[in-house]
Structure formats: structure tokens, C-alpha cells
């Protein structure tokens, strides 16, 4: 029987409005909307180790 788990990526997800910038997981947290504008964030960078720029 083969489990599967599903893995949490970070991100970086950002305000399309502002520019506040903020980290969360996918898919274990949803995009979050901009404290400060209250609109939903955008995916700006995924964040994956050992990239090189």
C-alpha cells in the first residue's frame, strides 16, 4: 500500500497593490489577502533550496 503525503512548498507570495511580501506554505496555508490593502496576494517566487541565481 503506497501512501502518499503531500509536501508543503514555501512561497513567496506578494501584494499586487502595496509589495508586502510574506511566506506560506502550499497547499498546507491558502494565499492570504494583503493586511494592509486587504486584496489577495500574488505567487512571486517559489523558494526552493539549492537554486542558484
Keep these: 500500500m503506497i501512501i ?3 509536501k508543503n512548498e514555501p ?6 497593490k502595496c509589495g ?3 511566506i506560506v506554505y502550499i497547499p498546507k496555508e491558502e494565499i492570504p489577502l494583503c493586511e ?3 486584496v ?3 505567487i512571486s517566487e517559489l523558494l526552493d ?3 542558484s541565481t
Design 40 to 42: 489577495r496576494m500574488v
Design 4 to 6: 502518499s503525503k503531500e
Design 36 to 38: 494592509t490593502c486587504h
Design 11 to 16: 512561497v513567496e507570495v506578494r501584494c499586487p
Design 20 to 22: 508586502r511580501t510574506q
Design 49 to 51: 533550496e539549492g537554486k
